[in-house]
């Protein structure tokens, strides 16, 4: 999948939640920051979307549950905003 259709992909993967709490969320975190990301890191993005339910999702962006050990790194990249 290209750099573009991923970076697609993901934009309406979370654009479309169904709830408000995770939409909040997602804009904050995957789509106001999809610049930053590299291909690699889109992948991992997607494989998060494709392994784990948006609510184990917003559990690991409110730090409700670890965040599992495979995943860090891309969630660290993710908190650290600049």
């Known amino acids: 999948m290209s750099f573009n259709s991923l970076k697609k992909t993901i934009k ?4 479309y939640s169904g709830t408000k709490e995770t ?4 804009k904050r975190y ?9 291909e690699k890191d889109l992948e991992e993005i997607k494989s998060l979307f494709n392994q784990f339910s948006d609510n184990e999702i917003y559990d690991f962006l409110t730090s409700k ?14 908190f650290n905003e600049d």
């Open 12 to 15: 309406y993967r979370v654009s």
């Open 23 to 26: 939409d909040i969320l997602y």
């Open 30 to 38: 995957f789509i106001n920051q999809l610049d930053k990301f590299s």
């Open 65 to 78: 549950v670890t965040i599992p050990s495979g995943f860090k790194t891309i969630f660290n990249k993710i």
